[in-house]
């Protein structure tokens, strides 16, 4: 499974082999066409970067049009990563879900949780009361396809959003999205990133991911989507041991775009080594101290 | 269609302080590479650095299949990247960049550079000579950092050196006698590389003058192939409207005309 980094998969189609991807989760998608924020958008740090893009896209029609005909071409699962537009209001989230539950898709991945747009989907993201509502109605349109809602990991109990989600009837739930961060160039006394602060992706947050994913994981029954910060087949089984019935990938592939499928067969030989036959028996067997 | 390899660093050598060029052996990127490419460069295994380093292709030596690059230490990845070794191997992904120097016949070009800007200009300086008269403008800030004047003597009809202090050659911008020369006779095409503050006014001598112009632009880079939509620049069409473009995958080149920085 791949994320947000992926755009719409045209972009790695020359070093990856897509049809050899699980699911390919698109760019986050609006019904109308978003502009992001200025430059910089984009700041390294240890073990990580920070972005805030904004979620710039070029909206639904574009992509029913132009991107998803091309993803097609692929022997891949496509689920749609959607938002409710630079508004973030539920009857955007709802129009979107209306019209993804007649495309063809197979999934669609609610972004409660992007912290680079000032307005709306943040706030429903945090509480019980706000995934609950927002999943809830986007359930109600999207009957045909499964809904899998993106939680931020700027909360203080994961588990609330977690509850809320499969409460209002969620197939699954993804964490963790970016975490909330500033990187200040010291020579300038200025935030490096346009909108001063971004998300913290990579190996930086893969603790916290896995801390969280185990959380998600013991509190909803629903199955939960691992990923931050996973770079290596390792990765994936510990998010799997800690939970997670799949991972996504996504930073990885900004720095190596053959990531992906590496990753992919990294857990094949972790599997071998380690005598295991069905990756199913990993998910949820960490033994807690 | 880029390549990501492991290329062996064939050459190293400390041009001056801070500044060093590297060659890399590649069949693949030799081949493909144009005028205005870049490479996205791995410094090394460690997380230290997440991102890869994008820097510009100086010069294409295509019978060896040996691809050059040019960088100042400004950071911890260059750091790393000038610690590499001859025989040690870089991953490299490249040619990258859909947007590359207009490269065709032209009766004169003038091409100007400024700073670490000056490097992609030698690849596109030694291309166009073979059919082209080029007269070429660079400028430093001081001596110190003046590198590559035997190079680019080698591949233009004419090289104005500058420097902001007058340390070295003529005092003053490398735009000043751009303009200069201008005035006896036009060229055809003007392409620069630079700071912002040469881009913005060889993109406003070139625009006022009417001549076409193109500006090679850097931003801060995520992936280097168009994917994350992090190098965005600010660009309008005919009719006026602005739309982020992205400098990796529809520059690193840009009209003049297009871009607003």
Sequence with gaps: ???????????HKDFVDLNQLGAIITKGTSLKPKQGNKPPRIAETSSGMMNCIGLENPGLEYFGAVDLPFLRQYDTKIIVNCFGGA????E????ICRQLNNMDVDGVEINLSCPNVKAGCLAYGTTYEGVKEITAACRKVLTSKPLIVKLTPNVTDITLPAKGAEDAGADAISLINTLTAMKIDIEKRRPILSINTGGLSGPAIKPIAVRMVYQAAHSAKIPVMGL??????EDVIEFMMAGATCVSVGSANLVDPKASVRIIEEVEDFMKSHGIDDINTIIDSVQMN | MPIQADCKIVGKE????????????????????????FLE????????TFLRRPISIYNIDRENEVVEFIFQVKGKGTEILAERKIGEDLNIL???????????????????????GIYPLYELAKTLKENSEVNTYLGFRNKDLVTLEEE?????DKLVMTTDDGSYREKGFAIEFLKEDCKAEKPEMIFACGPLPMLKAVQSFGIENEIPTELSLEERMGCGIGACVGCAVLTKNKDGEEKYKYVCQHGPVFNAKEVII
Excluded: C, Q, W
């Excluded at chain 1, 931050?228 to 087949?233: P, V």
């Excluded at chain 2, 990258?96 to 700073?115: D, E, M, P, Q, R």
């Excluded at chain 2, 680019?152 to 233009?156: A, P």
């Design chain 1, 1 to 11: 499974m791949h994320h947000g980094t992926f755009g719409y998969g045209r972009n």
């Design chain 1, 87 to 90: 508004e973030g209001t539920i």
């Design chain 1, 92 to 95: 955007n989230y709802v129009e």
């Design chain 1, 228 to 233: 931050g910060g996973i770079m290596t087949g």
């Design chain 2, 14 to 37: 400390k041009l001056t302080t801070g500044i060093y060029k590297f060659s890399i052996k590649s069949k693949e990127i030799a081949e493909l590479a144009k005028p205005g490419n």
């Design chain 2, 41 to 48: 460069i791995k410094v090394s295994d460690s997380l230290e």
């Design chain 2, 94 to 116: 490249g040619p990258l960049g859909n947007g590359t120097f207009s490269v065709k016949h032209y009766k004169k070009v003038a091409i100007i550079g400024g700073g670490i």
């Design chain 2, 152 to 156: 680019f003597e080698e591949v233009s």
